[in-house]
């Protein structure tokens, strides 16, 4: 791995595996959009050569007891009222823990079970399929793609006409800007659209904004226990999305215009119990992280990431993120059983960088090599550890200030990797999402103690719930909680 790669790669994690702050339309990689019918054949061919894709990167299709159809009856009630009219939809649960949902040409809409967890009422459910439908109609993916074309198109000729070593940077940046500035567009249309949609159907629209506010607490707290920094009014030039404040506000106007007299329909309970007992968090072919430790049943091994760092479970990778911004990725590799990992090390720590140190060495009683690395600002740490057959285990620190303690450190983490029997490994299960009623005499801080969580437990409890820091309860209520049992 080359160590532009790592870095970038290992930084991308809890953006791709834990949280994805809003809608993430795919592009079709089409040659631009026709009108009319051969326009509708050219979309469903995008949306079926990229579906198998989608399904792939995340993790397949979700399903669980009758959730599947009733997200489909949502999304017919909601089609009454969408310009591709009944049979226009198709939406898929995807069986990741991020919170996304997003769309592609002919009609593909995709939620994950994240994004179910987080939202609260079936009026919410309604207010993201509701957007990506909005998409779909308004041809937002085959827009965006022609405003690439006519931006590349642009900046080449900023190329072209100012020369000059910095011409190709310059004609680059022109054209990232200008497809963000687009697209921040598209997902405010995109909501104002949705909350019609919604409203016809006769969802309360205020839905919309609860969801969004949750999200963006969801954000935030996530991005704290990942020790990364949040700020929600910040909009930077490159990106997709609007700020979630600025949404919100947008959200908050369109749907006062459209509130009904009654409100509208929300089907908290009814929603609730559709989503009783659906996986939350990591699926159990990738292993699970509680608290700072990782244990991977199927494989039989753990580790505990060093004090302070912020964990993220990926499908490739575990990924902890420091305070100081120090990074420790775990993964495995394929290393030959009569190659050794020294010499291993030695042609492959960090490709394009200088290794400074390699030895050899045991972890656990388990042959292990080590290695040092740097490549211009970076410091790479590197451990190997055999496994079974021809796998290897493999720990990288990376960090672009170096402290005395790294040594220790990273040592000490290396160092609890060990295999487990099988009761151990048997004796962790999957989290998933609860429903439980308040009861007289219970609060927020009781049913946070229920979560099967050793830290933020309030906190995780009222962004889930969308409750607000000392909002009373009412018995008879329903709320959920996350729970291996």
């Not at 995709?110 to 957007?131: M, P």
């Not at 009904?260 to 989503?275: M, P």
């Not at 437990?457 to 000392?470: P, V, Y």
């Amino acid at each position: 791995m080359r160590w532009r790669d790592l870095a970038a790669g290992t930084l991308g994690v809890v953006l791709a595996a834990g949280l994805v702050a809003g809608c993430a339309s795919l592009d079709g990689g089409s040659s631009g959009f026709l009108a009319g019918a051969n326009g509708e054949r050219q979309e469903a061919r995008i949306g079926a050569r990229e579906n198998p894709k989608v399904l792939a990167a995340f993790g397949g299709a979700y399903s669980s007891g009758n959730l599947n159809a009733y997200v489909e009856s949502v999304t017919a009630k909601l089609a009454k009222d969408a310009a591709s009219g009944p049979n226009g939809y198709h939406v898929t649960l995807l069986n990741s823990p991020s919170i996304n949902a997003f769309s592609l040409p002919g009609g593909y809409i995709y939620v994950t079970r994240g994004l179910l967890a987080l939202a609260n009422s079936e009026a919410e459910l309604a207010a993201v399929i509701a957007h990506e439908m909005a998409h779909i109609d308004s041809r937002h993916a085959l827009q965006r793609e022609q405003q690439v074309a006519s931006a590349s198109v642009v900046g080449k000729v900023i190329s072209d006409v100012s020369g000059g070593s910095d011409s190709s940077t310059e004609a680059l940046s022109y054209a990232k800007k200008q497809i963000a500035q687009f697209s921040r567009q598209q997902e405010l249309e995109a909501d104002a659209i949705g909350i019609r949609i919604m409203a016809k159907a006769g969802y309360d629209p205020r839905a919309a904004v609860t969801f969004l506010t949750s999200l963006e607490r969801q954000t935030a707290l996530h991005s704290r226990m990942m020790n990364r920094n949040y700020d929600p009014n910040r909009v930077e030039l490159t990106a997709t999305h609007p700020t979630t404040p600025e949404r919100i506000s947008a959200a908050k106007r369109d749907a006062n215009a459209l509130l009904q007299a009654d409100g509208g329909l929300r089907n908290e309970s009814t929603y609730l119990s559709a989503i009783e007992g659906i996986l939350y968090g990591d699926d159990p072919s990738e292993g699970y992280v509680r608290g700072r430790t990782f244990l991977h049943p199927r494989l039989g091994i753990t580790f505990t990431m060093p004090s302070g760092y912020g964990v993220q479970n990926a499908p490739n990778a575990v990924v902890g993120f420091a305070p100081d911004g120090a990074i420790l990725r775990f993964d495995g590799i394929d290393v030959p059983r009569g190659t050794s990992l020294v010499r291993h090390l030695q042609r492959n720590s960090v490709r394009g960088g200088e290794v400074s140190s390699v030895s050899e060495g045991q972890v656990n009683g388990r042959d292990a090599a080590f290695a040092v690395a740097t490549a211009d600002q970076w410091q790479f740490r590197i451990a190997l550890v055999r496994g079974r057959d021809s796998s290897v285990y493999r720990f990288i620190h990376a960090t672009q200030k170096p402290a005395a303690d790294d040594e220790t450190e990273f040592a000490a983490a290396v160092n609890t990797f060990h295999y487990v029997d099988r009761a151990t490994a048997d004796a962790v299960s999957p989290l998933r999402i609860k429903v439980q009623q308040v009861r007289p005499g219970d609060t927020a801080v009781s049913l946070a103690q229920r979560m099967s969580y050793p830290d933020a437990q309030l906190e995780r409890f009222l962004t889930l719930n969308g409750i607000r820091a000392g909002e009373s309860l009412k018995p008879g209520d329903h709320v959920k909680v996350v729970s291996e049992r």
